[in-house]
Nanobody
Framework: VQLQASGGGVVQAGGSLRLSCAAS????????MGWFRQVPGKEREFVAV????????VYLDSVKGRFTISRDTAKNTVYLQMNSLKPEDEAVYYC????????????????????WGQGTLVTVSS
């Protein structure tokens, strides 16, 4: 499975961006896809995850109500709609996927994901 992330850019605080993650290859084996972000000098941070087998969506507390993860099955693409962006949201965003379903508490952990896209940079100006 290959993941291709896109949609990053420069936006003013309060603005919106939509990130896309297109999957190719044996996508039928993927049960869960998520988004993580990373800033220089810090560990990769969980942002949002969608497990479609149980229709579960989980978000980082600080993005709840502002970010929405969704999926277009026909396009094999997962989106992250980001609204009301804040300077602290600035980071390189990575999409990730895994095959087998895991317990909800483990979905926030980057090491549980087998597939990763390249990062896409989101810059938020204040």
């Amino acid at each position: 499975v290959q993941l291709q992330a896109s949609g990053g850019g420069v936006v003013q605080a309060g603005g919106s961006l939509r990130l896309s993650c297109a999957a190719s290859g044996r996508t039928g084996s993927v049960s869960t896809m998520g988004w993580f972000r990373q800033v220089p000098g810090k560990e990769r941070e969980f942002v949002a995850v969608y497990t479609w087998s149980d229709n579960s969506k989980v978000y980082l507390d600080s993005v709840k109500g502002r970010f929405t993860i969704s999926r277009d099955t026909a396009k094999n693409t997962v989106y992250l709609q980001m609204n009301s962006l804040k300077p602290e949201d600035e980071a390189v965003y990575y999409c990730a996927g895994r095959q087998n379903r895991i317990v909800s508490s483990a979905r926030r952990t980057a090491s549980h994901y087998e597939y990763w896209g390249q990062g896409t940079l989101v810059t938020v100006s204040s």
